[in-house]
């Protein structure tokens, strides 16, 4: 799927900039992501150049876990779009941050220029842990729009909740995977091979 098929920058209820994505369930992230794992991000690097993107920050994951795809490598590497150079800003409201250090769950989707977080902040999780020790996520959605196809937009539109456990997002990502599959075993690194690209698993 491509981005621009997705995402179209625009301007929320009182004038705040927002992207608006397809507001998607975590099956139907699955599904429309080309990669989908589990990592911590090893480096954050802003002000980078990169192919269709003037400023961007290129984010690299070590991977503990592929619940989809195929890795060529223990790390991934990927840019995101935005930064600040020479005085020159590019910001896409709703594009996902990362920081060094943090555990998160990642959906990707392959464009021309590489892999990018699909529905933007849609496509990213981070992982935190509670008062009892268990891992929860949580997604971040400040600077989106989500609409449902064939609804008028709407900021509160969503098909699940933004935070659950870890091991609740697993379900639905395995429960995603059955339905793409048609009865793969869910959860199998080799399930479904995407090869890489440039951008993409290092």
Partial sequence: MAVCAAIVIGVAPGRVLATTVINRSVQEMTAVSGLVLSGVV????PNQTAPG???????????????KGFRSGPTIRFMIPGGVRDGKMLMIPGMPSFVEGEEVVVFLERT???????????????????????????????GLNRVVPGVSVTRSAEAESDAMTFDDLVDLIE????????????????AVKVPAVDGGAR
């Fill in 53 to 67: 993107y003037p400023l961007a920050t290129r984010v690299t994951i070590a991977v503990d876990r592929v619940f």
């Fill in 175 to 190: 429960e995603g995977l059955e339905a793409e599959q048609g009865g793969v075993e869910p959860g199998d690194d080799a």
């Fill in 112 to 142: 021309p220029h590489g892999w990018i977080p699909s529905g933007l902040k849609n496509g990213k999780y981070a992982v935190h842990y509670d008062q009892d020790g268990r891992r929860v996520v949580w997604r971040d959605s400040q």
């Fill in 42 to 45: 090893l480096s954050v690097e």
